[in-house]
């Protein structure tokens, strides 16, 4: 009995040992850590000037105009579609957007000249923003007034057609 009593004392001990030691496999339990080495040196972190794009003017233009139109297409689907109220409203605000980055590209009488189309994009954007919840007819008004916009500067400011309108490159 004595023997019993002494064997399974042993054990528990033994599963006490265990189960205090953590839940690892028995080698990761047993292995020692490793010394985690702190560095003493301070690190210099010097700022760099990347200016303000390393892209030539006819590049961003056209980069800007690429978004426009699929901003502005985006626009005429979403009217077309009846999408959400904060759908349109995203789509009119990028389209303005890079409308007006376009802008900065061109010099200053076709820049003129795309300002008015900014305007009107601009006058579009109150007004959807001052109906929310869109009717068929005011979504169909405003398609109309996003597809006249979307052809009149496709065909007008064409990136092809504004190399010699862009501003030049700063050196």
Not at 2 to 27: D, N, P
Not at 103 to 125: E, F, N, P
Not at 144 to 152: F, H, M
């Amino acid at each position: 009995m004595r023997l019993l009593i002494r064997g399974m004392t042993v054990c528990l001990v033994l599963m006490f040992i265990l189960q205090a030691s953590g839940c690892e496999t028995l080698r990761k339990k047993f292995t020692r850590k490793r010394k985690t080495q702190t560095s003493n040196e301070v690190m210099v972190v010097s700022p760099r000037d990347y200016g303000a794009h390393p892209f030539p003017n006819n590049v961003m233009y056209k980069q800007y105009f690429a978004y426009w139109k699929s901003w502005n297409q985006e626009l005429v689907t979403a009217l077309n579609d009846r999408a959400s109220d904060k759908k349109v409203l995203e789509c009119v605000n990028q389209s303005l957007i890079n409308l007006e980055k376009m802008m900065t590209y061109l010099k200053d009488d076709q820049a003129a000249a795309l300002s008015v189309y900014a305007k009107q994009t601009q006058a579009l954007q109150r007004q959807i923003q001052s109906k929310p919840g869109l009717s068929t007819e005011d979504a169909r008004r405003f398609r109309y007034t996003a597809e006249r916009i979307l052809s009149c500067v496709n065909r007008e400011f064409d990136s092809t057609k504004m190399k010699a309108h862009l501003k030049p490159d700063p050196s």
